[in-house]
């Protein structure tokens, strides 16, 4: 999948790719969408890296899968 994300928003944010990926890995990983290693791989960041972020943003470490995919593997 590719997305594109105009650049008058990127300039705005004052962000760079690197920067917009940990933030879409922060975020799905805060709304339990995905878990610590696909946060990890999405933001491409080792564990510690992906913790120091999650820290950094007063958000809780948990590495265990989201509530759907524990679903799906009962």
Do not use: F
């Amino acid at each position: 999948m590719r997305i594109d994300v105009p650049e008058d928003i990127v300039v705005r944010a004052q962000a760079n790719a690197a920067e917009l990926r940990i933030a879409l890995a922060v975020q799905l990983y805060a709304d339990n969408r995905i878990d610590h290693t696909d946060a990890c791989r999405l933001a491409g960041l080792n564990s510690t890296e992906m913790n120091r972020e999650l820290v950094t943003r007063a958000l809780s470490i948990q590495q265990y899968p989201p509530p759907t995919a524990r679903a799906q593997s009962a």
